[in-house]
Nanobody
Framework: QVQLVESGGGSVQAGGSLRLSCVTSRYIFSVNCVGWFRQGPGKEREGVATIYIRTGSTYYADSVKGRFTISQDNAKNTVYLQMNSLNAEDTATYYC????????????????????????WGQGTQVTVSS
């Protein structure tokens, strides 16, 4: 499986900020969506934010709206997740993922079957927030 490259995780105090970066693969065909997902201890993987790279349209989980911002730098093939006002519930392993190949759902908004939509994944980066 082709993997994306993530960085920027770390430990931060509650109320602080982190910026995650994801360098996307240049050879994945027909990428429309890049997103950030996370999995906390004992929890299922959940969507955080996604971006439709053709238009810049974004989607956010309710839990992060107003605090997190997903953005892209086309020249660097990089997608960012700016995380502000972090709290302990944000502690998780964060994954960057993209769609690709021949799959196109018509939207970058994820559903419950995340891995059917987002099929290319990074290795994950740990974010720990101390309350």
């Amino acid at each position: 499986q082709v993997q994306l490259v993530e960085s920027g995780g770390g430990s931060v105090q509650a109320g602080g900020s982190l910026r995650l970066s994801c360098v996307t693969s240049r050879y994945i065909f027909s990428v429309n969506c890049v997103g950030w997902f996370r999995q906390g201890p004992g929890k299922e993987r959940e969507g955080v934010a996604t971006i439709y790279i053709r238009t810049g349209s974004t989607y956010y989980a309710d839990s992060v709206k107003g605090r997190f911002t997903i953005s892209q730098d086309n020249a660097k093939n990089t997608v960012y997740l700016q995380m502000n006002s972090l709290n302990a519930e944000d502690t998780a392993t964060y994954y960057c993922a993209s769609d690709g190949g021949h799959y196109w759902s018509g939207s970058c908004l994820w559903g419950p079957r995340i891995r059917d939509h987002y099929t290319y994944w990074g290795q994950g980066t740990q974010v720990t927030v101390s309350s």
